[in-house]
């Protein structure tokens, strides 16, 4: 149509185009209306670049905010770090003991016994127990149907409980010295679902971390003794 503006419209499928940062003054505006906009935000501090102490009180204070952010930082990792460490040597002390409880069932006569009467001292807890929801041996307490399935989960062999539950069943006489617990599954060759519980006093002794592999170990080693 003669004296129509043509105007051209952007393919659907093109790119968007770039977004302008804020200009330097429109940031300055802005936190000049929010004031306490980092403040609220102390992790945008390490982002920033510290301002010289020269040019008075406010900006001295700002500096600080950002030292302190920094420090908080560090010291979150420092404590990341040292958690690291103490399981790591936990796990390693643990290790050691289980090696020692496996060479007691290589000689025991009575693996029942041995379970409750040594391994105890040997892995450094108050309790060892073995239960079955079919119980074939005597001094073997008797579990619901199920219940191993329902405490273990699906696919895990062992697990520890630093808020253990139903521990007069689990753990018999030493329920009330028992802090934390470990849940071990004993894989029998008759196939009766059946558990070792270890309960402890000390946290230490039964470490969350780097410990399920190796208690999964030792209920192995518990069924090749039971079977022998």
């Known amino acids: 149509m003669p004296g129509a503006e043509l105007v051209l419209l952007p393919a659907p499928d093109a790119a968007p185009l770039p977004v302008a940062p804020p200009a330097p003054e429109a940031v300055a505006a802005f936190l000049r209306a929010n004031p306490d906009f980092l403040a609220e935000r102390p992790d945008l501090f390490r982002a920033l670049t510290p301002p010289q102490r020269i040019h008075g009180e406010r900006l001295a204070d700002h500096m600080a905010a950002m030292l302190a952010a920094e420090r908080r930082r560090i010291r979150s990792l420092e404590a990341e770090v040292d958690a690291a460490v103490t399981a790591g040597r936990a796990g390693h002390g643990l290790s050691i003991r289980v090696r020692l409880a496996v060479l007691a069932l290589m000689r025991a006569q009575d693996v029942v016994e041995t379970v409750t009467e040594?391994?105890?001292?040997?892995?450094?807890?108050?309790?060892c127990t073995l239960l079955a929801e079919t119980p074939d041996r005597r001094g073997v307490p008797k579990l619901p149907r199920g219940m191993v399935a329902a405490l273990l989960g699906p696919g895990k062999d062992a697990l520890v409980r630093p808020a253990p539950t139903d521990i007069e069943l689990l753990h018999q006489e030493?329920?009330?010295l028992v802090m934390r617990d470990a849940l071990v599954r004993v894989p029998v060759w008759t196939g009766h679902p059946t558990l070792m519980t270890l309960g402890a006093r000390d946290p230490q002794a039964l470490p969350t971390r780097q410990a399920t592999a190796t208690l999964a170990f030792l209920g192995r080693a518990v069924a090749a003794a039971l079977a022998r």
């Open 118 to 127: 040594e391994l105890p001292a040997l892995l450094g807890v108050e309790s």
């Open 174 to 176: 030493a329920a009330s």
